[in-house]
T-cell receptor
Framework: QVQLQQSGPGLVKPSQTLSLTCAIS??????????WNWIRQSPSRGLEWLGR?????????DYAVSVKSRITINPDTSKNQFSLQLNSVTPEDTAMYFC?????????????WGQGTMITVSS | DIQMTQSPSSLSASVGDRVTITCRAG??????LNWYQQKPGKAPKLLIY???SLQSGVPSRFSGSGSGTDFTLTISSLQPEDFAAYYC????????FGQGTKLEIK
């Protein structure tokens, strides 16, 4: 059974970098059938997909246009996890952040989600 | 980005009612449409994938239909545990979500 466990600080100062990690159990970050996603949710933005990383003979990344200049998602094969870094945060980045796996066999639907991390951007 | 529009944004219904939520895509997405249920303080839960396929473990009172740009989620007989928020999502291109439908008890 695949599980995702998120970790990272809940408070980030404006202009600094938000960093979160999503540890995978029951599957491999290098799985050819999966994509590993970050999503956030706030009352003003609703559910917003941020980006993903996936392995198909080589590593690929896709990012949402809204954060493309500030975001990096990296796989860590040694620890079987993937990470999110969002630079130059502002209070508008305050949200609940989720990681999720997208299963190619399910039309890339997000079948497994992390528990969520509430991120507050404040000085 | 493909825009996803759900309606209604909120809905009041009673236990036992039949409920339908609609989702419209800004362009054709074939059947790359998924439905999620979210309860307060929890991550979304996948209910339906590929427009009409029931995710394992999801009760059969949930069903989905549609293709192209217009899709529906139907709950055939509402149960108390079904009162929650529902979201559609397209995975035809980089993923995007609808704004959600809050299903409340009448």
């Amino acid at each position: 059974q695949v599980q995702l466990q998120q970790s990272g600080p809940g408070l980030v100062k404006p202009s600094q970098t938000l960093s979160l990690t999503c540890a995978i159990s029951g599957d491999s970050v290098s799985s050819s059938g999966a994509a590993w996603n970050w999503i956030r949710q706030s009352p003003s933005r609703g559910l917003e997909w941020l980006g993903r990383t996936y392995y198909r003979s080589k590593w690929h990344n896709d990012y949402a246009v809204s954060v493309k200049s500030r975001i990096t998602i990296n796989p860590d094969t040694s620890k079987n996890q993937f990470s999110l870094q969002l630079n130059s945060v502002t209070p508008e980045d305050t949200a609940m952040y989720f990681c999720a796996s997208g299963d190619g066999a399910l039309g890339h639907a997000f079948d497994i989600w992390g528990q969520g991390t509430m991120i507050t951007v404040s000085s | 980005d493909i825009q996803m529009t759900q309606s209604p944004s909120s809905l009041s219904a009673s236990v036992g009612d039949r409920v339908t939520i609609t989702c419209r895509a800004g362009q054709s997405i074939a059947i790359y449409l998924n439905w999620y249920q979210q309860k307060p303080g929890k991550a979304p839960k996948l209910l339906i994938y590929a427009a009409s396929s029931l995710q394992s473990g999801v009760p059969s009172r949930f069903s989905g239909s549609g293709s192209g740009t217009d899709f529906t989620l139907t709950i055939s007989s509402l149960q108390p545990e079904d009162f929650a928020a529902y979201y559609c999502q397209q995975t035809y291109s980089t993923p995007s979500f609808g704004q959600g439908t809050k299903l409340e008890i009448k």
